[in-house]
């Protein structure tokens, strides 16, 4: 289905104008790549500047374009898509996209799913979160009690759910019998991975209510795969990644532990990893990576060789048990 998006260019033009960008940098997520056209145009007649869009690939608020808007020398970088994620000594306008999407007969169909669950944590990605105060509504109407979480870490706001950041869901997993995820199924998965209660997906791109258990399964059967086969590895890659925003956990720890366990450590940087990068480091038996999770976890099929996140590889280490992931989550 075609979906109607709300991308503030009103704000747009008005940071350019008053900013008296000169030159300007927009950089759209992969599902809004086709919009840049529109976007463009809309900048060209409204404003002086002249606008370039970054090719790039844009998975995440973490995943700001510094490098090439200082290459080019722009007087802004315009990150649509996500919330403000980073502070960079740059001039940053993120503009966060609402997705104008009518949902409400999913929340209907979901009061089937919900029949056993009174008490309901509600969250959702940013193109959504401003829909919350309705959907709470319906689901009072409907006799449920609902919680939005408190923004926690990397969530820029109350009820906001980002790939990489669960900690606002934990804390009232004890205090709700599910939880409601409004969005897609990449932030309900990482709910699900985090999270001891049940997770819904109100599914706007496919218009369907999804119980994410099956899939959680699926996937903590593939970590466990994953972390099996690493045992074996005698070299491992520990990848860095240089997204701005993709600092997790630090290579001189793990590498030391590892090398202590008698692998060989090869320590790498990425800014996009992928297949094709890896096979060239055919020696490598198996990786961690410390730049987004997901990465790991998402993806497992495109890879040949095992990959570990960094809350894994301190199972794999015996700093950390399987049994706590399954508690406190894989992200
Ligand atoms: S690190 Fe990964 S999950 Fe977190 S914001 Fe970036 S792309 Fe999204």
Same mark, same amino acid.
């Given at each position: ?92 306008? /993120? ?95 990482? &709910? ?12 706007? /791109? ?21 972390? &099996? ?21 630090? /290579? ?29 480091? /055919? ?12 990465? &790991? ?35």
């Amino acid at each position: 289905m075609n979906h109607k998006f709300d991308f503030d260019l009103e704000r747009v033009v008005q940071e350019i104008t008053s900013k008296d960008a000169k030159l300007v940098l927009i950089q759209l997520p992969e599902g809004i790549k086709m919009y840049a056209e529109e976007i463009v145009s809309f900048l060209v007649k409204n404003t002086k500047a002249t606008i370039i869009v970054s090719g790039e690939s844009n998975w995440g608020g973490c995943d700001v374009a510094l490098n090439e808007a200082r290459n080019l020398n722009v007087d802004l970088l315009v990150h649509f898509g996500h919330a403000p994620f980073i502070k960079a000594d740059f001039s940053i306008l /993120y503009v966060e996209v609402k997705d104008l999407t009518d949902f409400h007969v999913l929340l209907q169909q979901s009061l089937d799913s919900l029949k056993t669950f009174n008490k309901i944590g509600l969250v959702a990605s940013i193109q959504h979160l401003h829909t919350l105060p309705d959907v709470q509504l319906f689901y009072e109407k409907h006799g449920k009690t609902v919680s939005i979480p408190s923004k926690k870490g990397f969530a820029a706001y109350d009820g906001h759910v980002v790939g990489c950041e669960y900690n606002a869901l934990k804390t009232i997993d004890d205090k709700v019998d599910c939880f409601i995820v409004i969005g897609n199924n990449f932030h309900s998965l990482g &709910a699900a991975l985090s999270v001891q209660k049940p997770v819904f997906l109100i599914d706007v /791109y496919n218009m369907d209510v999804v119980n994410m258990e099956p899939l959680k399964q699926k996937i903590v059967k593939q970590r466990a795969m994953a972390l &099996a086969k690493m045992k074996d590895a005698r070299t491992i890659g520990i990848i860095i990644g240089t997204k701005p925003g993709q600092k997790f956990g630090t /290579y001189q720890i793990l590498k030391e532990r590892l090398e202590k366990l008698g692998k060989n450590v090869v320590v790498l940087t990425m800014n996009e990893v992928t297949q094709e990068k890896l096979t060239n480091f /055919y020696n490598i038996q198996g990786f961690i990576e410390l730049a987004c999770p997901r990465i &790991a976890i998402e993806d497992y099929g495109k890879y040949d060789k095992p990959i570990l996140t960094m809350k894994e590889a301190f199972v794999l280490l015996n700093a950390n048990s399987w049994e706590d992931l399954l508690v406190n989550g894989f992200l």
